[in-house]
């Protein structure tokens, strides 16, 4: 079962993993031209906006991934991990958004 749970980890973070560089990529080309001395609010706004989209593809991600797994015990692990690697993806989005 530990096999089995460590796989299911594995595939949430490759499959987060992708969908953070596609929305990152496209919060990076839409705020190429944003300049941040004068509009830092407009580039604040894209930034949320991002983020959020960002959150509410891997919560959905983290979802499906759960209702998949049939083993109640250890469905709690399951999430705690996913939950751990959402949150470590939005707090890298941020940052790598803070250095532009």
């Given amino acids: 079962m530990e096999n089995d749970i460590t796989r299911i980890i594995t595939g949430f973070r490759n499959s987060s993993s992708r969908i953070f560089e596609m929305i990152y990529n496209d919060f990076k080309r839409n705020v190429k031209n944003v300049n941040r001395k004068t509009d830092e609010?407009?580039?604040q706004q894209m930034?949320?906006?991002y983020i959020?989209?960002?959150e509410n593809q891997l919560r959905q991600l983290a979802e499906k991934t759960v209702?998949?797994?049939n083993e109640p015990r250890?469905?709690?692990i399951l999430q705690h991990e996913l939950a751990s690697q959402i949150?470590?993806?939005l707090s890298e989005f941020q940052q790598k958004a803070k250095s532009r």
């Fill in 41 to 43: 609010n407009v580039f």
């Fill in 47 to 49: 930034q949320a906006r």
């Fill in 52 to 54: 959020n989209e960002l």
């Fill in 67 to 69: 209702a998949g797994y």
């Fill in 74 to 76: 250890e469905s709690k």
């Fill in 87 to 89: 949150s470590y993806l």
